[in-house]
């Protein structure tokens, strides 16, 4: 198809996986792997398999669907709709839960297809995403016992999500204590106890964990940055997926636009500063295709200037390299784009790996 392209470099991509494996097991922890980023993309499940990962979410079903022949636990990561319990149970093995009544729904459409779904109960423990209230869970953990085709597989909690909440001792006290409280209601063990995502990755080996055995990662793995902090992983390569744009113009052009101002076509009133003229280059790559908001140029001396649907316009007065119209600038992504990018049906995928060593 050609640009713009995601290239993916799965060698760096699995050393990413294997340090942060390695982290993890030495401090008793597994990792679910999220997918949702790179829309489940096989070979990248495969690459986690090789290392190890035998669990991965994905927030949807579509995306599960594409691995529904993988031997690996299944993950479902975003509430299910109670209007999709049966693909829920069909393409995943476990799903996250937050309400009673989807769970019942589950239990039916597992009845039908003679199948035990597993649940990862969900707490709300700050965040004010998904979850169960504390206070209630006791008492739902009771009734979801009762159900044939349900299996309680674990318990979890999120943070740094809409709220921005990151995880603390407090919070893995609160949540070991939950564990235990239902434990000793239901007369059974937590197989899962699942202490948030990349956010909590500093805490690994910082603090005891308690009771938390598993850690739900994507972006740490990705694009090897934890999410408190936005810090890099130490040994972790942050450049694993790299966004190619083609250049189609490049101009020198002054800085600040003239004419009668109105809105510009997102309907917001950008502001500039005049700095002259500047040579300025035009991308073909825009908003329709993804998140131009998470973009960092490769070229130090280029400086992105804003993006309408088609086009990236981008400052190269200060780059040492001498473009010229078809070459390729490269950039690194952010999460949002690369969440967007890789789901992008404008966006071209490359993978690459050096030959079998
Ligand atoms: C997206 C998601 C994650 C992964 O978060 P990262 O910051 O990419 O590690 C974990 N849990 C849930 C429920 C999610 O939706």
New binding site residues.
Partial sequence: MGYPKISINLDKLEENVKKIIDKLQRNNLNVMG?T??FACEKEIVQLFKNNGINMV?D?RILNLKKIEDFDIEKVL??IPMISSVEDVVKYSTIS?NSELKTIEALNEAGKKQNKIHGIILMVELGDLREGFLPEELEEVALKISKLDYIKIRGIGT?F??IGGIIPDINKINQLTQLTETIEKKLNMKMEIVSGG???SYHLIGEVPLKRINNI?????ILLGRE?AFGENIEGCHEDSFILQGEIVEIKNKKTVPYGKKGMDAFGKKPEFKDRGIRKRAILAIGKQDFDCDSLYPLDKGAEIIGASSDHLVVDISDSDKEYEIGDIMEFQMG?GALLRGMTSIYIDKEFKKKKAK
């Fill in positions: 999220i949702k980023a979410g927030s990561i975003r996250l999120n740094s999500c995502n990349s956010s739900r990662m994507g972006e740490g999410t999460y």
